[in-house]
């Protein structure tokens, strides 16, 4: 199974902070900007400007909540997240593979 890479996708949850952010958002069933300030070493600012990216991908969507706005993550882009990486992890193992064969045979022809 091949899959295209979202390079805006990839770079989106490159940044620790956002990762963090997902984490939470997932194991609370979602929260707002101030909310996850309160658990994060960045301000509500930048909160609101990590969640604006985080919807710009379409890994959150968003509700609004009186004054707030609910964020929660989008599973169904989770989910082409995930396969996306798996996609990555096994073609880079197997050239991992084909690397660590090569060696072998260099190391093989070399001692003999």
Excluded at 36 to 49: D, E, F, I, M, N
């Amino acid at each position: 199974m091949s899959f295209t890479i979202d390079d805006e996708l990839w770079s989106a949850v490159g940044d620790p902070i956002r990762r963090r952010m997902l984490d939470l958002l997932l194991t609370d069933g979602g929260g707002t900007a101030t909310t996850l300030s309160a658990r994060l070493p960045v301000t509500r600012q930048a909160v609101a400007k990590h969640l604006g990216v985080l919807d710009r991908v379409g890994l959150v969507h968003v509700t609004p909540s009186g004054r707030e706005r609910l964020y929660a993550v989008d599973e169904a882009q989770l989910a082409r997240a995930i396969a996306q990486l798996s996609s990555v992890g096994a073609t880079w193992d197997a050239r991992l593979r084909r690397i660590k064969r090569i060696a072998e045979a260099i190391q093989r022809n070399q001692q003999s």
